[in-house]
């Protein structure tokens, strides 16, 4: 039980849609992350969360944006959807002080 | 640039042999590492992390993990592996602003 819970697990949208994935976890000052895995690839950064102001982007466009609300609970939407946004969306809790680092089970995006 | 390289795409090793992944990291300082298991359609589990200390990190399912600062290292060891070791497998780095850097990951596949 990693403590984060990602909704919808899977979900299908065609080029140009808009999207929003959610995740909630336990409360707690934490940090949350959201990473794209595309198909046979690692895990990579999107950005991140803390108190509800983003505080550290990977090298993603602006159409990929996300919130983090006071219950902790986060969302990352994507507008504009392409092809290539097909891929695994993982949330991240992460307490790195405490060593705790929990990832969702994910949504399995796909752009037709 | 901050860099995990995992050398190995796949490995193939006979189920009860034992098992060496390799992972390599550049960073300006000693990052904290993990390794993460991936099943397909899954999302990751934390194997083992090293923050500080020992440098031989036990973990779950019977895997350790050796830093060795000298070559920029953190190595996943098991045994004797299981067939339900077949998996993908990813080591990551975290700096300062708790980003996870991974690797492209390395495919285990256990034969009878």
């Known amino acids: 039980e990693t403590g984060v819970t990602q909704s919808p697990t899977h979900l299908i949208k065609t080029r140009g849609q808009q999207v929003t994935l959610r995740c909630s976890s336990q409360?707690?000052?934490?940090?949350v992350s959201w990473y794209q895995q595309a198909l046979g690839q690692g895990p990579q950064f999107i950005f991140q969360y803390y108190r509800e102001e983003e505080n550290g982007r990977g090298n993603f466009p602006p159409r990929f944006s996300g919130l983090q609300f006071p219950n902790y609970s986060s969302e990352l939407n994507v507008n504009a959807l392409e092809l290539d946004d097909s891929a695994l969306y993982l949330c991240?809790?992460?307490?790195?002080?405490?060593?705790?680092?929990?990832f969702g089970s994910g949504t399995q995006l796909s752009v037709l | 640039a901050q860099s995990v390289t995992q050398p190995d795409i796949h490995i193939t090793v006979s189920e009860g042999a034992s098992l060496e992944l390799r992972c390599n990291y550049s960073?300006?300082?000693?990052?904290?590492l993990f390794w993460y298991v991936q099943s397909p359609g899954q999302g990751l589990q934390l194997l083992l992390k090293?923050?500080?200390?020992?440098?031989l990190v036990q973990g779950i399912k019977g895997f350790e993990a050796e830093f060795k600062r000298s070559q920029s290292s953190f190595n996943l060891r098991k045994p004797s592996v299981h067939w339900s070791d077949a998996a993908e497998y990813f080591c990551?780095?975290?700096?300062?602003?708790?980003?996870?850097?991974f690797g492209t990951g390395t495919r285990l596949t256990i034969i009878p």
């Open positions: 090293y923050f500080s200390g020992d440098t």
């Open positions: 990551a780095a975290m700096g300062g602003n708790e980003k996870l850097t």
């Open positions: 409360s707690g000052h934490n940090t």
């Open positions: 960073y300006g300082a000693t990052p904290y």
């Open positions: 991240a809790r992460i307490i790195a002080t405490n060593e705790k680092l929990f």
